[in-house]
């Protein structure tokens, strides 16, 4: 029976690149950019700061378009931009018909790209923590390594933010060593910027929060299938202890932040956080808070850059690790882990600055970081302007 799904999908995958390919009748569009953030879901990541930059440089001829599902748009979409969404027709055609296609996640292996075409493969994360693709799965074969092997061949450049990155990401993804650009990610850029607190009173306004407030943001990571928690993790962060804690360690008064993973539920509430899962760009929240919470989150490697503190909540760390693994030990990452709530407070009250900030240091030494604040600009002097 699995051999008869295998063969049905692989039908699937090659007929569907066969029929798709009457579009080639139709010229590419050489000055036309196609951006995309997880598949529609957000205007958010690597492919908005390029997009945005792009922008402001006011290129003459460039033909704007980005994939975006929600029908209320943002206002950087509502100009001098075409809009699709995922898995539309007008999706498909602007695809294939792109000079330029810019990716976080990549494009499905059924889309028969062009030779001529130049995929950008920015991914959504940096570091090296959690397992990924094909590495998660360690007997993936036949339509899953096909599908793998079609996919990065139609990868022209795959955006690296540390040396240790592209090792795990040639293991999980295939990615060829030749097609990495080791420039580090456009959406780190703005934590080596001078006026990356720009953001803090738009999001302070946006949830009635209180210019003289401390913000912790709790931002635990999608679980998928592995998944030992009972509910959200949102319940099992005792939220009262932790705003205690905080208090008593920093002073000043505090209010918890809680963003869900884009996968995950965006409706919890409660009197003693903030819901704030709806915003969906991350590095603004993260320029903007003071504390960080996560779990297994690359937000870590974002986060390192901002040396503000940082705490790793993990209750099913036992059952998580079991299950997807890591690539680094979870001992070596930037910040230390707590398996309950009494142990984040420990850590909090430990907590030294000048001691993590040498972790942070050490960390992405190790992991030999290409972050240095100029991707975005490096993207594109060398991967879109000299192809256009």
Same mark, same amino acid.
């Given at each position: ?117 130049v995929v950008i493969n920015t991914w959504h994360g940096g570091g090296a923590y959690k397992k990924v693709g094909k590495d998660v799965d360690h007997k993936i074969n036949g339509v899953g390594n ?73 931002? *635990? ?5 592995? @998944?030992?928690?009972?509910? $959200?993790? !949102?319940? &099992?962060? #005792? %939220? ?93 990452? *930037? ?5 309950? @709530?009494?142990?984040?407070? $420990?850590? !909090?009250? &430990?907590? #030294? %600055? ?35």
């Amino acid at each position: 029976m699995r051999h008869f799904f295998e063969v049905k999908e692989l039908a699937s995958i090659y007929l569907t690149r066969f029929l798709l390919k009457i579009i080639y009748i139709i010229p590419l569009d050489s000055k036309k950019i196609f951006f995309s953030s997880y598949e529609g879901k957000q205007f958010s990541c690597n492919p908005k700061y390029l997009f945005l930059k792009l922008r402001s440089l006011d290129i003459e001829g460039i033909t704007y378009v980005y994939e975006y599902n929600d029908p209320i748009l943002p206002d950087e979409l509502k100009c001098g931009v075409r809009v699709v969404t995922h898995n539309s027709l007008r999706y498909i055609f602007e695809i294939l018909t792109s000079k330029i296609v810019i990716t976080n996640s990549g494009i499905t292996a059924k889309m028969p790209i062009r030779k001529s075409q130049v995929v950008i493969n920015t991914w959504h994360g940096g570091g090296a923590y959690k397992k990924v693709g094909k590495d998660v799965d360690h007997k993936i074969n036949g339509v899953g390594n096909i599908f793998h092997r079609i996919s990065e061949r139609q990868t022209t450049y795959f955006i690296s933010s540390s040396r240790y990155f592209s090792k795990v990401m040639n293991s999980a993804m295939g990615i060829n060593n030749k097609k990495y650009f080791n420039s580090g990610m456009p959406r780190n850029d703005i934590f080596f910027q001078k006026n990356r607190y720009e953001f803090d009173t738009m999001i302070r306004k946006n949830y009635n929060l209180e210019s003289d407030i401390h913000l912790v943001l709790y931002a *635990p990571t999608y679980r998928g299938k592995v @998944n030992a928690l009972d509910g $959200d993790p !949102i319940d &099992q962060l #005792d %939220s009262k202890m932790l705003i205690q804690t905080l208090e008593k360690k920093f002073g000043g008064n505090w209010r918890l932040l809680y963003r869900g993973h884009y996968y995950g539920n965006k409706n919890a509430d409660s009197d003693w956080y903030v819901n704030v899962s709806d915003y969906q760009d991350m590095q603004e929240l993260l320029t903007t808070i003071d504390i960080l919470i996560t779990d297994y989150s690359s937000s870590i490697w974002d986060f390192s850059f901002t040396n503000k503190p940082a705490f790793l909540f993990a209750p099913d760390i036992d059952d998580y690790q079991e299950k997807r693994e890591f690539y680094t030990d979870i001992m070596e990452w *930037p910040y230390k882990m707590a398996r309950n @709530n009494k142990e984040l407070s $420990d850590l !909090i009250f &430990q907590y #030294d %600055s000048q001691k993590q900030v040498k972790r942070n240091k050490q960390h992405q030494d190790k992991m030999g970081s290409y972050e240095k604040g100029n991707a975005t600009m490096e993207i594109i002097n060398d991967l879109i302007i000299n192809k256009l």
